[in-house]
């Protein structure tokens, strides 16, 4: 079974500029998360997706982070723009149903602002 | 509200000496908790849940943890360190009304020397 898929794998910007992740989730799950990992910290929810409807997004940053999951499968995951404590790694998790099934983790992005 | 506290950021342990990672929780609910490894550049990784039925948990790798109500902890063990088992592992607590609100702790660090 493929596991969650992310790209790109790194990404350097400059501060103001603009960025886009992708994240592709295991077959067949229903519901996709997007976290963020700032260095030293554990992972935070940023957006929680159940098939193309947004579940939580109270912790997301809306004034310059965007996110959708057209058709229930993909996601992407937008910053604009761009500031340097969004240095991060941004991680896609999906599971089979909502609630107590377990998350399965992407590779992550690694972001990096200057 | 649900909050995880890994009482030890850093915990270096010998080849082959047993391996201690402290996690105290608070929810409101009754809770699910999970441990998750991450080693470096890779996805995060489930080693163990716990979803109310038994207390002591097995997982992968030769971990397993004990739930214990009255402490509110949720401690991992394992007999005895690999040095493949150097990785940063994450205690992750979410109430069983939720909708897989996953709250990770601060991360412990564990380094294995030989």
Redesign the interface.
Known sequence: EAGVAQSPRYKIIEKRQSVAFWCNPISGHATLYWYQQILGQGPKLLIQFQNNGVVDDSQLPKDRFSAERLKGVDSTLKIQPAKLEDSAVYLCASSLVEGLAEQYFGPGTRLTVT | AQSVTQLDSHVSVSEGTPVLLRCNYSSSYSP?L?W?VQHP??????LL?Y?SAATLVKGINGFEAEFKKSETSFHLTKPSAHMSDAAEY?CVV?P?D?????Q????TQVVVTP
């Open positions: 699910s999970f998750y550049n890779k996805g995060l990784q489930l849940k979803t994450f979410t069983t939720s909708w897989g609100k996953f990770f702790g601060a991360g």
